[in-house]
């Protein structure tokens, strides 16, 4: 006779449902209602902290990701490694397995998007074809200078080569020259790639050689009245010692957070192509940026 075995799994119809809260009870008694749910199914979890600190490097942890994919998708694992990395340095007692682990991943990063560089030219594109892309490129070079923070092993060799391409794109015209690019950075307005590679290469210290540039991308942020470019322009202003415009990009910044509602700002868009709340985080997170190199504009008025 024949015989044939066969497993079978089976599984509940039913979703798994989370149901979160955050509150300040000290002193107090919280009350809620939890949503219908299948009895003995509960599991509950309570997580207290002392202050705020404590609160955000533990969300800090939860960051940490392997990097994957082409430049661009590693950059959106690898840029906030970098960054919650440099907030868990600050810590004094920092977590030294979860220190080894992000170091692990930083090193994962940086070696997929090495590997991107342009060998001919310099610069970089997504998967490492010609021609280079002059934001991917610049976006880059603001990506390994933070990581370089955090990361010994950064090839400066590799970093002054793609500030020399980006350098080599400049038009005459107060510009940069662009190739064509694919994915969110393919879509971006000249105007706000312009605005973004002077913002890189000043916020990577290589402010010369670009007075035009950014003479030119300052004029036309101000024009425009489009607060993304402006907060480029803030961060470049104050890179490249120019305080007085600095001042009053800071200071109409100031002026429109106080009448206006962050969630309905205009923008014509952003160097990725992000939109809704993720665009409106990332120009508001430009203007924190602008606005923490001078300690002295933090006021009240942004309280």
């Given at each position: ?163 020399e391409f980006i350098l080599s794109r400049k038009d005459n015209n107060g ?101 809704g709340d993720a665009n409106q985080r990332e120009t508001v997170a430009f ?17």
């Amino acid at each position: 006779s024949d015989e044939i075995n066969r497993s079978i799994h089976f599984r509940s119809t039913d979703f798994l449902l989370a149901f979160n809260f955050t509150a300040n009870v000290m002193g107090k008694t919280k009350e809620f209602l939890l949503p219908e749910y299948i009895p003995n199914t509960l599991k509950a979890e309570a997580v207290s902290y002392i202050n705020v600190l404590e609160e955000l490097f533990d969300g800090v942890e939860s960051i940490f990701r392997e990097p994957y994919g082409c430049f661009e998708q590693v950059s959106s694992s690898t840029f906030p490694n970098i960054f919650a990395l440099q907030l868990l340095k600050e810590d004094i007692n920092p977590n030294k397995e979860i220190e080894k682990k992000a170091l692990k991943y930083l090193q994962a990063g940086y070696n997929k998007l090495a590997a991107y560089e342009v060998k001919r030219t310099g610069g970089f594109e997504w998967y490492g074809g010609s021609p280079a892309h002059e934001v991917l490129s610049a976006y880059g070079l603001v990506e390994f200078y933070e990581m370089g923070k955090v990361y010994n092993n950064v090839d400066q060799k590799m970093m002054e080569r793609t500030r020399e391409f980006i350098l080599s794109r400049k038009d005459n015209n107060g510009g940069f020259k662009q190739n064509n690019g694919r994915y969110g950075f393919s879509g971006a307005p000249k105007n706000v790639n312009n605005a973004y590679i002077v913002y890189a290469l000043t916020e990577t210290k290589n402010c010369d050689q670009i007075e035009s540039e950014y003479k030119h991308a300052l004029n036309e942020a101000f024009s425009s009245k489009d607060l993304y470019r402006m907060a480029l322009m803030a961060n470049a202003a104050y890179n490249m010692k120019d305080i007085e415009n600095y001042q009053k990009l800071i200071t109409g910044f100031k002026e429109y957070s106080v009448k206006n509602d962050f969630s309905k700002i205009k923008i014509d868009a952003s160097i990725v192509r992000s939109w809704g709340d993720a665009n409106q985080r990332e120009t508001v997170a430009f203007w924190i940026m602008a606005l923490l190199k001078n300690k002295d504009s933090l006021d009240t008025a942004l309280i």
